[in-house]
């Protein structure tokens, strides 16, 4: 059974640095699906899932601090994402700064877009 919450809570530790983050979009897993079809067939094509997949790319947007330098040229490292208030619900993947977007609007909030790309499999514990 699904049990549904609200995002509140949600947070993102990236190689040691932890953002204010404002939202959160990913990451977006892909698998491939490999073209199985062939000339005997009349009416449909067929596939196979690939044995690995894409771990995706993860979008976030984060509270922009001038003050604080874009992690851009640091190497690959850890990436955890807390899911909601709970303790229990998080995935932690490698991955790395691929796109940094700050924005400045008169009377709001400064905020950064962030994309973060990730290296490798997606763990942890996901309830």
Known sequence: MTTQRDGQGT???IAGFTAALISVDGPAVERAAIDTSHLG?????TFMPSSLY????CDITIAFDPAD????????????IAWGTTTTDYWIFN?????????????E??????TLKAT?????LIA
């Open 69 to 80: 330098e874009p992690l851009m040229t640091s190497a690959e490292g850890s990436i955890t």
């Open 109 to 114: 909030r400064m905020e950064a877009q962030v």
């Open 54 to 57: 894409d771990p995706g790319g």
């Open 120 to 124: 490798g499999p997606i763990t942890g």
């Open 95 to 107: 991955g790395f700064f691929s796109n940094y977007r700050p924005s400045a609007t008169g009377g």
């Open 11 to 13: 947070r993102i530790t």
């Open 41 to 45: 067939l009349t009416t449909a094509k």
